[in-house]
């Protein structure tokens, strides 16, 4: 039950929440939520504390009711859901669950939008006692008091044991308008000490992100994000050349074997890259991510699904825990919509392991129906 005047935009960390319903945004992605954080095997007073932590960082936004249309058309999902679940595995392991979401999600107005973004994170610094100062070194440069869209901030949750998550946030470099975009990054980089980062990034037909990690990280890291319209496996392999030789190889078969390359002929794709920094004295890359939108590249989840869990099994991974996590999120049957599997990524980061991470939507508001394989369009990468 809704307890009017306890709005959770008074309560950014949550302490005090309102129970809410499953016809209200926040009651649909928190019972979500819930049943992910017990395939990924978080306790019930994490589960409770995180549960509390998604629907505070959706302000008003949480008691929204689904009748509704989404209040603002935010392009973190296809379906302006404001909120997108990830499962990162490793060998052997059990998955590690992230949830992304935009704070300001209510404001159609892309500056208060960021402000309100850039309170949620400073009311996490607070409760969890990380600094901000990266941020804040930004702050000018990506939340201007008129910013260019298409979004202004998100935020990442990593929702580790113990009740204490780790942080990300995700920038805007076109804020000051897309062709400021590169100068943008530049500066970024600069100011945060990595000199000769941007000329490391490989040739890109946009630059959509520059994410940062904040508090407890054993190496935090400036991610920067490259779009490129038409890769190709040996592209996707080349651009890894930061990882050894094996993790080329490995970059090109995920490539193939997300896109679906034997099946339906033509070789490239759009896909995003990631380069991340952690080293500022070499300029080097420390990890590099490939991120495929294989809701692009498919006719319906079935499909994202069969090709999402041969790379799992091929790396060792829990491909049961995507069969879980895709039932927590949603009943339908996966040959009913494509989406709901958004990306998979192959994570490559210096002395690691290979992980893969696996993007769920939460299809709050739509299911995008099947369509035939043939008009897959690469239309998901919403271009500004
Ligand atoms: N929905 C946006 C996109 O498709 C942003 C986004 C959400 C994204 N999750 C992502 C981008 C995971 C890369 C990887 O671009």
Known sequence: MVTPGRAPMCDPVGSSLARLEPTQLGGLVTDQLARLCDIAQLDRTDTETYVQVLAASLGPAATRSLALPPSAPT???????????????????????????????????????????????????????????????????????????????????????????????????????????AATLREALRRLGHHQAFDALPPADDHPFLALDLGEWAAPRVKVYCT????????????????????????????????????????????????????????????????????????????????????????????????????????????DGVGLVAYVALVHQDGRAPRITVYVSAEAYRVQPPRPVAAASPHPLATP
């Open 228 to 335: 490129h319209d038409r890769l190709t496996a040996e592209q996707a392999g080349r651009y890894s050349r930061l990882a050894p030789a094996e993790g080329r190889d490995q970059a090109a078969e995920f490539f193939d074997a997300i896109a679906g390359v034997e099946e339906h002929g033509s070789p490239t794709r759009r896909a995003l890259t990631c380069y991340s920094f952690t080293d500022t004295a070499t300029g080097r890359p420390s990890g590099f991510t490939l991120h495929m939108p294989v809701r692009a590249y498919v006719g319906h989840d079935g499909a994202a699904r069969d090709r999402t869990v041969r790379m799992l099994e091929r790396y060792g991974m829990d491909a049961g825990a995507l069969d879980r996590a895709l039932a927590a999120v949603t009943s339908r049957r996966l040959e």
């Open 75 to 181: 392009l973190l999902s296809d379906d302006h859901t404001p909120v997108e679940y990830s499962l990162a595995f490793l060998p052997g392991a059990t998955p590690a669950l992230r949830v992304l979401v935009e704070p300001g999600c209510e404001s159609g107005d892309l500056a208060e939008n960021g402000r309100t973004g850039l309170r949620a994170i400073r009311a996490m610094a607070e409760r969890w006692d990380f600094s901000t100062a990266q941020l804040d070194l930004l702050e000018d440069l990506f939340l201007p008091d008129h910013p260019a869209g298409p979004f202004a901030l998100w935020c990442a949750l990593e929702l580790r044991p113990g009740g204490v998550p780790g942080v990300k946030v995700y920038l805007n470099p076109a804020a000051n308008g897309p062709d400021r975009r």
